[in-house]
């Protein structure tokens, strides 16, 4: 599985900015797909996984309301839109599979099992 991020840069307060990853090389559909973020010194962080199959996204509470995650299956591509971001959002952001959505442990990072190479987010 080959996961290719793109779209992050420097973005005021209160902007927005929008992040896409395209995976190739296994079955898009009917598997799992989220971002992750992460600041140097601390943990990789789960901000949002969704379900390509349809149906169920999964978001952090610090980016609820304010990111959404989406899919476009015939191009094989996750988008995470980023509005009314803070600084605090600054991190480099990674995309990364797993098999299966769970509601109970979508945001942990180890049961990735590919990940992108990162885009780095920076807001002013």
């Known amino acids: 599985v080959q996961l290719v991020e793109s779209g992050g840069g420097s973005v005021q307060a209160g902007g927005s900015l929008r992040l896409s990853c395209a995976a190739a090389?296994?079955?898009?559909?009917?598997?799992?797909l989220g971002w992750f973020r992460q600041t140097p010194g601390k943990e990789r962080e789960g901000v949002a996984t969704?379900?390509?199959?349809?149906?169920?996204?999964y978001y952090a509470d610090s980016v609820k309301g304010r990111f959404t995650i989406s899919q476009d299956n015939d191009n094989n591509t996750v988008y995470l839109q980023m509005t009314s971001v803070k600084p605090e959002d600054t991190a480099m952001y990674y995309c990364?599979?797993?098999?299966?959505?769970?509601?109970?442990?979508?945001?942990?990072?180890?049961?990735?099992?590919?990940w992108g190479q990162g885009t780095q987010v920076t807001v002013s």
């Open positions: 990364a599979a797993r098999y299966d959505c769970n509601s109970d442990s979508w945001f942990v990072h180890w049961q990735y099992y590919s």
């Open positions: 090389g296994y079955t898009f559909q009917n598997n799992c």
């Open positions: 969704v379900y390509t199959g349809g149906g169920s996204a």
